[in-house]
């Protein structure tokens, strides 16, 4: 199993009703239903995921991520989960309080922008990072936002959004020292108490 | 592919015998009632595999398969039948015929049995609710109790949205194509001047024309008007473009030049023969009579159902937008429904509900294995 994955199966309780925004072809809503008995839903932008998702036994609905979340009722879910969707959307400050509104519980992978090998492509060479885990030239690539684990921690701590729990990992492994310069994916539980 | 459905045959029911005279939506009551529909494949033990097939505006009960010595087929073929996205080796499909129609069940070209003459204009104003209530007698006459789904496109659609309201307790899943729950101004201005064309024409007579001379030029241009509205503006630039029709040149006339012109006509003609001008009239009301969300609002409406849902939309297709699948979906959402919605990629408009079989044969048969599992 993916290491995303087994971290984010660890960060969720058994019996919990899900959504994923961004789901692909529904494979980590599927382990989520086999391994711990959940419940959910997902998003999903490409008509041809749609139709694995469907094959996977998944329910759907295809559109974008921004517009659908609307769709839904206030702390519907007990768990959101943006898994490498963010960096994709065109409003993700807005995704993340409406998915902090319709879950109780938010989960969010991002891509570490600031990883070494980014950093030293940028320093030494003066051009803009592609790496095994960010792949893209700049002209194709899928990304919007470039964002570190930094800069997300930073963005939670500004909005008033509690980070549960937090993991960085790079190449299969967890990082547990200097993420922010050693990890390219962090994983966060995310919770926000509206008063 | 499969083997296809052979020596298929039209079915009769008829219920509502006066005096237990069927009530419709108006007040009216009507009585006995007759739906034309045909069966495929076989009804398990526990008859939990029945799937209601439900047509468009201009359809039938012969959704597939071949009837005796014909060499054309049922208008769904390509999705029913062995190993078909409606696969009649697992599913018992149904498809039953509106009231209203002209295709054996009981409508306007039906003999009234108070006056022994057709019913014309005397034919009481149908609902989509009325079509449906009708169709429950019929799946009852069968001994089912709970369809595994209802499926349609456009007409179909609607039909299928209002099973799950009407009857909640009987349907396990919709799949609802290319459809609405209300028409627009844009959809009912469309119906009303297929209307007009077919009441301008003398022949209509007040719709009193049987073992006359049927209205056929204004029945004609009615089909002529949704076929333009059943393309997009691509297929028809891909399917004939400025393209004369047997002709080099321009012929300074009112003659057809164009490929487009001679199709509608054709299509026109070719229609007149098959359906009655009277129950385009009826069938067209109904659509636009139309509302599920006609007492409160949408999402208290489909509070009611029982039901998971599967929307399907088409890029191209501007009479039935993806908007209008979204409004469904949206609402669905709301009540905390089970539902997955897609809007598939094509380029042929509303047709593509009969035409795109392969992103449909790609998402129904896994949507239907995993609604008769759970119901097992």
Known sequence: MRLDYKIILDFIEP???????????????????????????????DEQSIYKCVENGISVSHGDIDTELLDYT??????????????????????????????????VGIPNFCHIDARFQIFFEGRVPVTKELPYEWFDTPNLRFLSIKD????????????IKEKAIANDKIINFKTNLLANMGLFLLEKIYV | MGKELLNVKTQYYTFAAPPSEMILKSGEKIGPVTLAYETYGTLNKDKSNAILVLHALSGDAHAAGFHDGDKKSGWWDNMIGPNK?????????????????????????????????????????????????????LIDHLGITKLLNVVGGSMGGMQALQWTVSFPEAVSSAIVIAASVRHTAQQIAFNEVARQAIMADPDWQGGDYYGKTVPSRGLSVARMIGHITYMSKDSMEEKFGRKLKGKKSLTYDFSSDFEVEG??????????????????????????????????????????????????????????????????????????????????????????????????????????????????
């Not at chain 1, 997300?152 to 980070?163: E, L, S, V």
């Not at chain 2, 996205?85 to 018992?92: R, V």
């Not at chain 2, 699948?325 to 709301?334: D, F, Q, Y």
């Open chain 1, 152 to 163: 997300f921690k930073y963005f939670c701590r500004k909005n008033g959004i509690t980070i």
């Open chain 2, 263 to 376: 199709y509608l006509r054709h299509q026109g003609d070719s229609f007149v023969q098959r359906f009655d001008a009277n129950s385009w009239l009826y069938i067209s009301k109904a659509l636009d009579y139309f509302n599920l969300a006609e007492r409160g609002n949408l999402v208290s409406v489909l509070s009611k159902t029982k039901a998971s849902f599967l929307i399907i939309s088409f890029t191209s297709d501007w009479l039935y937008p993806s908007e209008q699948s979204k409004e469904i979906v949206k609402a669905l959402k709301i009540s905390g429904k089970d539902v997955t919605d897609i809007e598939i990629n094509s380029n042929y408009g509303h047709d593509a509900f009969l035409v795109e079989i392969e992103g449909q044969s790609k998402i129904i048969p896994p949507y239907l294995e995993r609604i008769f599992k759970r119901t097992k």
């Open chain 2, 85 to 137: 996205a409606f696969d009649t080796n697992k599913y018992f499909v149904i498809c039953s015929n509106v009231i209203g129609g002209c295709k054996g069940s009981t409508g306007p070209s039906s003999v009234n049995p108070k006056t022994g003459t057709p019913y014309g204009l005397q034919f009481p104003i149908v609902t989509v609710e009325d079509m449906v209530k009708a169709q429950k007698h």
């Open chain 1, 74 to 107: 206030d702390k519907r879910f007990d768990y959101v989960i943006l898994n490498e969707s963010l960096q994709q959307v065109l409003y993700p400050k807005k995704v993340i309080l409406e998915s902090l509104r319709v879950g109780k519980k938010v989960i």
């Open chain 1, 15 to 45: 019996n919990t009703n899900v959504l994923d925004l961004g789901c692909g072809d529904g494979s980590l809503l599927s382990l989520l239903i086999k391994e711990k008995n959940c419940t959910g839903t997902g998003v999903e932008i």
